[in-house]
């Protein structure tokens, strides 16, 4: 029997995605767009973000005003606090739980992205209207019927034209 996923109001997914949902080369970002970034920054300012330990180690620097939680199934990885490393999805969604009062954004790879789907209320999607051939990693199918959206904004940075949807669970 299957068990009925938990809807957190408090988590939310935020993701680049491509015309065929790639999101990544090489564990990188394929697309640099400045002002997604200061999008991404202005949004998850005070929250924690919830990666793979994959995600995690691509990153350039630590981000300033953001807590971490970083999931890993390799138990010697490790992190200093204040950064959290869980082993699993229901270890995550207990501290989720636990601190209702905080904001929390799912922020990849990919299978961290398909692993949280079913619990996140909120996704903040940039539909990038290009395609990468090279990808690697894909963000996950989604029922769209499921979503409502809230909000969409359509933006052009260095000849790429682009949108922004905040989508909600119906």
């Known amino acids: 029997m299957e068990q009925e996923s938990k809807i957190y109001e408090n988590l939310n997914l935020i993701v680049a995605?491509?015309?065929?949902?790639?999101?990544?080369y090489q564990n990188s970002l394929i697309w640099r767009?400045?002002?997604?970034?200061q999008y991404f920054k202005e949004t998850t300012m005070n929250s924690?973000?919830?990666m793979g330990r994959n995600?995690?180690?691509s990153m350039p620097k630590n981000l300033k005003g953001r807590n971490y939680i970083v999931l890993s199934t390799n138990p010697s990885f490790t992190l200093e606090p204040p950064k959290i490393v869980t082993r699993s999805v229901s270890e995550t969604l207990a501290i989720v739980s636990s601190l209702s009062d905080s904001i929390f954004f799912i922020t990849g790879g990919s299978s961290i992205y398909n692993l949280f789907l079913p619990y996140v209320s909120t996704m903040h999607i940039t539909e990038i209207e290009d395609t990468f051939k090279k990808a690697d990693t894909y963000f996950p199918d989604y029922h769209q019927e499921d979503w409502q959206q809230d909000s969409i904004e359509k933006k052009t940075e260095n000849s790429l034209n682009y949108k922004r949807l905040v989508l909600t669970r119906k």
Do not use: S
């Open 17 to 24: 995605i491509g015309m065929q949902n790639e999101i990544g």
């Open 33 to 37: 767009i400045k002002e997604d970034l």
């Open 48 to 50: 924690y973000l919830i």
């Open 55 to 57: 995600t995690y180690e």
